[in-house]
């Protein structure tokens, strides 16, 4: 539980075999976080302790309160599980659409829901929402990916609506092209950051009380540019 | 819904704040918790998260203020647990008695100088403001009304308990003789750390009242010098003019808005700090009035906002006599660290007393500092491994960060107050965010670092 010195103390990792999200934890462990409980699709001993099992996709009240229960108060949920899924025209296979949309939208929803309600109930604590700059512009490569993280965007920034004067922050990180196990093979972006530097820019926003933060953030520029260019600038990306 | 904090600021817990009207509303409240339990609160003069309830039901008990019974004649008084120090000053003094303790602000209720067994000046000859309860009405959340004084165990888990065994209602307190309303006091200096400790051991029990500051904020040879307070209450004078009145706020407060210029942050701290240590003059015999002499920072309002909105916490700690070079040792830590100490308060404790207070014999020392301070985490980590090596405590009316393993450590009779608490409150509806973070009162402790073998 954080105390004066240390606001990110306790810290749940939900998704946590994420690269982006073990950079954030190295952070905040080096700042004094003391507990990092890893929530994981069929966790295993060689998976960093403690751990528990978590599935977004079936995530429920019960299974999120159980993991709550036996850590005491949660200063910290990083949702950082997802699905990339298949890129140009293979992530039209409607397959896709659903593991992608079940993955990053509707269950990232769900967990969303029930963790806000959660910290809610403590009357204080802070969720990181892992969503994407491919949810402010598609790319005619991976805009099924870019939808569900619209999906979950849109659902974040109004649920931070509902959320004022809760104690309770949610804060939307629109990372670019990050270097990972998931992007590896795929042709960088311009503006690329590794996973260490993205977890330097989120526990930066950590500290400021932003509400949704670009990573790196002079993408924030690179995206309000974006957003006003003709959609056909975009067709080749 | 409000966001409540201590005195130092730090960790803005969102809870239901609500003022009981009296005993009944308290024993209702007590019976119908909220899933987050009940913490409750005097005057919000404890500087960590002793009084927060974060996502629970703060109950704010200052509205307890009826005196139930004055003996004038015995100097013994019962009043209500909401009364203020101010107050209770305000109504005894004109008949010749005052407070038996009195910690650094009269802005704190009888209650919550219960709950965290305060102290004063004069702890090396006359110990916390628990020795001199004869009496207390706790309201259990089982839903009993106990009468308890000294020597039962729900007394000794209730004085310095933190609250956390039932709401002290009322309480029955011995008060002191004194002559006048005014102190005679003997200010001295040293020129560094070790010469205040000496002085303070050889002048100290010539005195009901002694107390150092020590300077934190001065480089090179001037960190450590000290002015030695010391006195007592002055003899009838011929016609001393009438106190006072102590139950008044004062004339200045610090405005809300100073928060965006941490005033104790600027190098103002180390001028207004060398022109405290220059002005100071040995002297003998000087009349200082009550609230001079007990609370002089009582005469600026709102004071913790000087901080600034970064807040600042209080590290107060005792180690036994034998360990005075410990306050050495961690003077010198934190000054290494580059921690920012705008005020230090060094001196020694009598008698023991309750089951987890803050209590001696020993050294004490309480440090101020200024947040946010990079690597002070790890530091003051270091430093409770030291203090509770010793055999000393951590004041936890004062703390904010202490890990509940050095917890543990520092407190020999913890398990016992425990057994003794859940007895009170077996469904253990009063809880405080400093009671989660130290985990007093779940049992099963959650899981990770703190608690690694389940």
Do not use: C
Request: proline share 6%; aromatic share 6%; charged share 20%.
């Amino acid at each position: 539980m954080r105390d004066a010195l240390t606001p990110f103390s306790t810290v749940l990792v939900l998704g946590g075999r994420s690269e982006i999200a073990a950079a954030t934890v190295a952070l905040l462990r080096r700042r004094g976080a003391r507990t990092v409980v890893h929530g994981l699709r069929a966790p295993s001993g060689s998976d960093p302790q403690p751990a528990v099992a978590f599935d977004a996709a079936t995530a429920t009240k019960d299974s999120i309160d159980a993991i709550f229960d036996a850590h005491g108060d949660v200063d910290l949920v990083l949702l950082a599980f997802g699905s990339l899924g298949a890129a140009a025209d293979g992530q039209l296979d409607p397959a896709n659409i659903d593991e992608v949309m079940t993955a990053n939208a509707t269950g990232a929803m769900r967990v969303l829901a029930l963790v806000a309600a959660r910290l809610r109930a403590q009357g204080h604590g802070t969720v990181v929402v892992f969503s994407s700059v491919a949810a402010v512009r598609p790319r005619a490569s991976n805009f099924v990916y870019g939808a569900s993280k619209a999906a979950i965007d849109a659902f974040a920034r109004g649920l931070q609506l509902t959320l004022v004067d809760t104690g309770v922050r949610v804060l939307v990180v629109r990372p670019g092209f990050v270097h990972t196990k998931m992007t590896r093979g795929l042709k960088a972006a311009p503006f690329s950051v590794s996973a260490d530097e993205a977890a330097a820019a989120i526990v930066a926003a950590l500290d400021g009380d932003a509400d949704v933060v670009y990573v790196p953030r002079l993408l924030r520029f690179v995206a309000a540019l974006l957003r006003v260019l003709p959609a056909r600038a975009m067709r080749a990306s | 819904m409000t966001f409540v904090t201590g005195w130092g600021r730090t960790t803005p817990a969102r809870a239901d704040v609500w003022s009981p009207g009296g005993r009944e509303e308290i024993a209702e409240a007590l019976a119908q918790p909220p899933p987050r339990g009940i913490v409750l609160r005097g005057l919000g003069r404890s500087y960590g998260d002793v009084a927060s309830n974060s996502g629970g039901l703060v109950l704010d008990l200052t509205g307890l203020t009826r005196v139930l019974a004055f003996d004038a004649e015995v100097g013994v008084v019962t009043v209500e647990a909401g009364l203020s120090l101010a107050a209770l000053a305000d109504l005894v003094l004109p008949h010749g008695w005052f407070l038996p303790v009195s910690p650094g602000t009269r802005w704190v209720t009888v209650g919550g100088a219960i709950a965290n067994d305060v102290h004063g000046k004069n702890h090396h000859v006359d110990g916390s403001f628990g020795h001199h309860v004869e009496r207390l009405t706790l309201a259990t959340p089982r839903g009993e009304m106990l009468s308890l004084g000294p020597g039962s165990d729900e007394f000794d888990a209730t004085v310095g308990g933190l609250g956390l065994t039932g709401a002290v209602l009322d309480a029955t307190i011995r008060l002191l003789r004194v002559e006048s309303a005014e102190m005679t006091v003997d200010v001295e200096t040293a020129s560094s750390l070790d010469g205040a400790i000496e002085r303070l051991e050889a002048t100290d029990a010539s005195y009901r009242y002694s107390v150092a500051w020590i300077d934190t904020v001065s480089r090179g040879a001037r960190f450590g010098r000290g002015v030695l307070m010391q006195g007592d209450h002055a003899p009838a004078g011929e016609a001393a003019p009438a106190p006072p009145p102590l139950d008044r706020p004062p004339r200045l407060s610090v405005p809300s808005r100073i928060s965006a210029a941490p005033a104790l942050r600027s190098p103002a701290l180390e001028v207004f700090n060398e022109l405290y240590f220059r002005r100071a003059r040995p002297q003998r015999g000087r009349r200082e009035s009550i609230p001079a002499f007990f609370y002089p920072l009582d005469a600026l309002g709102e004071w913790n906002r000087l901080y600034g909105s970064g807040g600042f916490l209080q590290y107060q700690f005792v180690v036994p006599h034998e360990s005075v070079g410990l306050v050495g040792e961690i003077l010198g830590r934190l000054r290494a660290a580059g921690v920012r100490m705008p005020l230090t308060v060094l001196k020694r404790f009598g008698r023991s007393h309750g089951l987890i207070a803050f209590t001696g014999p020993g050294w004490t020392a309480a440090i101020d500092v200024a947040l946010p301070a990079p690597g002070l985490g790890p530091v003051l980590d270091e430093i409770d491994g030291l203090v509770a090596d010793a055999g000393g405590s951590v004041y936890l009316a004062k703390d904010a960060r202490l890990r509940p393993d050095t917890l543990r450590r520092m407190l020999p009779r913890l398990d016992e107050w425990r057994r003794i608490r859940d007895a009170l409150d077996p469904d253990r509806v009063l809880r405080s965010d400093l009671a989660r973070r130290l985990h007093l009162v779940e049992d099963r402790q959650p899981l990770g670092v703190d608690n690694p073998q389940r």
